[in-house]
């Protein structure tokens, strides 16, 4: 491929007739020449990447504008929910007025191994910072259109949530910044917990400025080789942003995308402006092939790396071993300091009586 593209190049470098000798110009007909060349082969190189990702984007799993029938034709890849209204700019969600539930969903599984999906939102509203909530969530779950408390989607979910947390709920805590983006693997069992703004089972995730925002707000949610990695790009500078990267996570085939929200006693806008989906081509070898475990429920092959910062109640025994430890310093010092302030007084009190 990229010889056929270079055979292809120097063909056309040759009808560029002036190349001859290549860097011997003499005249300013020749230099000009030059330049047309290599603008030429630029944008010709520029057209190659922008048709490489438009060969993986994969349509059927993407929403983007135009939204033409979106959610009522028969064609449409996608329903709706709830308050979930589409524009020509975006499909809105929620509006920003209390106790609203708005979702899309696709309508087809999702076979595909390593992915990368880019997700365009805007959460915008009249509200004073934390005085506005709840949030987005975006899903890769077995279940599909099933209202209920995770940001208007049902719990103990099975698969992937994505947060885009925009309300403290858990206000004794004041650990991170919101909005805080944030991931979880469910398994059927596993619940999101609301109050504490998921803390318990969240497999990592960042504060992110993507509130009121004047710069266009986006999500990347890359899975390949078992790896989940999140990033964002909330502050217009094109650059994405590390936010969470959990290896040996496995997800079944077969799920479903979707996105959701809801609004409570506080509320938002809630906007989808579109969710991207690119295959990821990905080389493996027979021996991977076969490495490769196919699961039924969600999972993360080490689990245990997560619940270390959980743990809230309780001292564990090395936790209790330093604290010991330096408790018995600390009383060691003191005594020292307490010996040696004697002794000087002592001594003061001997002088002042001779
Ligand atoms: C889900 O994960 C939890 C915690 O790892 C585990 O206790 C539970 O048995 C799992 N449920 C299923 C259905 O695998
Ligand atoms: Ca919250």
Known sequence: MAALVSKFN???LRSFCCLYPMF???SPRELICLVVTILALMSQSLADDQEFIEDFLKREYSLAKPYRGLGFS?????DLMGTAMVTPDHVRLTPDLQSRQGAVWSRIPFFLRDWE???HFKIHGVGKKNLNGDGLAFWLTKERMQNGPVFGNMNQFTGLGIFVDTYPNADKTHDRTF???SMMLGNGTLAYDHDRDGRPNEL???SAMARNSIHDTFLLVRYSRNRLTLMVDVDGKQEWKDCADVTGVRIPLGYFFGASSATGDLSDNHDLISMKLYQLTVERTPEEEEEEEEVTIPRVDDMDQFQVEVEEEGMSG???FFTLLFSVMGLGVLAVVGLVV???WKENRRKRFY
């Open 10 to 12: 120097l063909a056309r």
């Open 24 to 26: 011997n110009l003499k």
């Open 74 to 78: 028969s064609s449409s890849q996608w």
């Open 117 to 119: 999906l880019k997700i």
């Open 179 to 181: 909005p805080y983006v």
């Open 204 to 206: 990592g995730g960042c």
């Open 318 to 320: 090395v936790h209790f």
């Open 342 to 344: 004697y002794n000087r």
